[in-house]
């Protein structure tokens, strides 16, 4: 079984910190890319960063400058650095890893259950 779990989420005043952790825990063979997302009330899920198995990072526009995505492949984690917080921030951040489970199987999206970051004003 495979399990993506976050971590690290919580309440925070505007422009304060917060560092979320996201582990790939069970049998698996490798993981390509990593990411995170988010979902606010009634807003879609969006895309906030993502990081190939390699280090190449991708940071939503909007966020450029204060978020910050990272990652330990030997630990199988993803982190993701935000600073700066505003409350649009506010949402239920995801994790999402492209695992494969064996050598010559496709990858697939697995997802965290999310974490709750709440920004107050």
């Known amino acids: 079984q495979v399990q993506v779990a976050e971590s690290g989420g919580g309440l925070v005043q505007a422009g304060g910190s917060l560092r979320l952790s996201c582990v790939v825990s069970?049998?698996?063979?490798?993981?390509?890319?990593m990411g995170w997302y988010r979902q606010a009330p009634g807003k879609q899920r969006e895309l906030v960063a993502t990081?190939?198995?390699?280090?190449?990072?991708n940071v939503a526009d909007s966020l450029k400058g204060r978020f910050t995505i990272s990652r330990d492949n030997a630990k199988n984690m993803v982190y993701l650095q935000m600073n700066s917080l505003k409350p649009e921030d506010t949402a239920v951040y995801y994790c999402?890893?492209?695992?494969?489970?064996?050598?010559?199987?496709?990858?697939?999206?697995?997802w965290g259950q999310g974490t709750q970051v709440t920004v107050s004003s």
């Open positions: 990081i190939t198995n390699s280090g190449s990072s």
């Open positions: 069970g049998s698996i063979f490798s993981i390509n890319a």
């Open positions: 999402n890893a492209q695992i494969k489970r064996y050598r010559y199987s496709t990858a697939y999206d697995h």
